[in-house]
Nanobody, 127 residues
Framework: QVQLVESGGGLVQAGGSLRLSCAAS????????VGWFRQAPGKERELVAA????????YYGDPVKGRFTISRDNAKNMVYLQMNSLNAEDTAVYYC????????????????????WGQGTQVTVSS
């Protein structure tokens, strides 16, 4: 079992940047595919970004392509989400999710395939 804790959320002005972190405990990220999801009031939960076990493959949702970058450091049991050029549409609760995978190259993009979730961190973008 792995426990996930997100951090780095907060209030930021439009056009600014923020970096979210997802820390794992109990088990390492070494065999887990990881994804970032977000949910805004009145909207469905959506995939923001996902990364394979090896870190070699990534996937981004259309609204964040070119602005967000997902990365991981398995030695530190950390996954990051660098968010640049933030706008009001990015305001949401962001969640880190992980799933054990034997494949090092698979990117998991379906939310119900993730078995472990963090508590979420609020990101608010003001104009």
């Amino acid at each position: 079992q792995v426990q996930l804790v997100e951090s780095g959320g907060g209030l930021v002005q439009a056009g600014g940047s923020l970096r979210l972190s997802c820390a794992a405990s109990g088990r390492s990220f070494s065999n887990y595919a990881v994804g970032w999801f977000r949910q805004a009031p009145g909207k469905e939960r959506e995939l923001v970004a996902a990364i394979s076990v090896s870190g070699g493959n990534t996937y981004y949702g259309d609204p964040v392509k070119g602005r967000f970058t997902i990365s991981r450091d398995n030695a530190k049991n950390m996954v990051y989400l660098q968010m640049n050029s933030l706008n009001a549409e990015d305001t949401a609760v962001y969640y880190c999710a992980a799933d054990l995978r034997e494949s090092s190259i698979v990117v998991v993009i379906v939310s119900y395939r993730y078995h472990y979730w963090g508590q979420g961190t609020q990101v608010t973008v003001s104009s």
